[in-house]
């Protein structure tokens, strides 16, 4: 069987400044790829999410997003990576848009070289509703106890389009010592359908931030990344819900904590009726880093076998 080399763009998602940030794959064209391919493409290119872009047959793009060892729904970080990208090439121009996932159609809106995402209304479930898990398998999950959270950030699970975990620990010293058990996570995450661990902290080292995290979804082959659009939005609507943070807009960190440091900035800009969430966009700034081919079998009808 013959080999295809396709085209991969890596885009730097949420940077900061200009640096720092998540690394997504991104490749475009990828009508004729199977789920198969996808998921091969993925796990070469070695990234937390790579997402493919096609044509879709009503407006804007297909996107379909592949972490190593699966598909997932959304990802934040390569949907910016990918419209900030197209947006550079051409593809797509300023104002709005529209991504199709295997979720259904999302809005994006695009300003210069910063796209934004739209997100459901938040969801929470509180334990006992986790299928006999508590409070306290999670924290044990991190190697944390209720002495380390903050007023207010008892795990809970929140779903603006993907599912998370967030907790709530009292400061930047708690979140940089975390050493999640994986296995725990992976279990704890198998049972509830979550994507990963949202942990953050609002007591942040720089002003102007609404609250530093990290994120840990070692299901998906993600030990931790440095940018998780999917989970910002739904901290935001956890800090205005649960902690009377009654802002439109907030940025949200990710990124410093980790082994090698990326920090990585994400605004979230939340939409409110009487008080009550009904909706938020999730975005930032992308930037080029690098391109690669990956090389993958051709099905025999394109090999011409």
């Known amino acids: 069987m013959k080999r295809r080399a396709i085209d991969l763009s890596i885009i730097d ?4 400044n200009g640096d720092g940030g998540n690394p997504a794959g991104v490749v475009l064209d990828a009508g004729n790829l199977s789920e198969a391919d996808m998921q091969a493409i993925a796990l ?10 096609s044509p879709h047959a009503e407006s804007g793009f297909r996107l379909d997003f592949f972490t190593p060892n699966r598909r997932i729904a959304h990802c934040g970080h390569a949907t910016i990576a990918v419209f900030s990208h197209m947006a550079r090439l051409g593809i797509v121009g300023q104002g709005e848009t529209v991504k199709h996932t295997v979720d259904g ?5 695009i300003q210069g070289h910063r796209a934004y995402m739209e997100q459901i209304a938040p969801r929470y479930e509180k334990s006992p509703l986790w299928q006999g898990i508590s409070e306290e398998d999670v924290l044990a999950s991190l190697g944390i106890t209720r002495n380390d959270l903050i007023a207010g950030g008892e795990p809970i699970l929140v779903n603006t389009g993907n599912s998370f975990m967030l907790i709530g620990v009292r400061d930047a010293a708690v979140l940089s010592k975390l050493r999640p058990n994986r296995g725990a996570v992976v ?3 198998e049972t509830l359908n979550l994507v990963g661990y949202y942990v953050f902290t609002p007591n942040t080292p720089e002003k ?9 979804g070692p299901r998906y082959s993600i030990e931790e990344e440095a940018a998780t659009g999917m989970a910002a939005g739904p901290l935001a609507c956890l800090l205005y819900d649960r902690f009377g943070l009654k802002e439109d807009r907030m940025v ?12 990585s900035e994400i605004e979230v800009q939340l939409k409110t009726t009487g008080g009550q969430i009904t909706g ?21 009808e394109q090999a011409g076998l």
């Open 252 to 263: 949200i960190e990710q990124g410093r904590f980790m082994a090698t440091p990326s920090i």
């Open 208 to 216: 102007g931030v609404a609250a530093t995290a990290r994120m840990f």
């Open 280 to 300: 938020l966009m999730a975005g930032g700034e992308a930037r080029p880093q690098s391109k690669q081919q990956i090389v993958v079998q051709a099905p025999i």
């Open 44 to 53: 070469k290119a070695g990234l937390s999410e790579t997402a493919f872009v």
């Open 13 to 16: 998602a949420f940077v900061k």
């Open 105 to 109: 159609p999302r809005k994006i809106i």
């Open 187 to 189: 279990a704890i995450s």
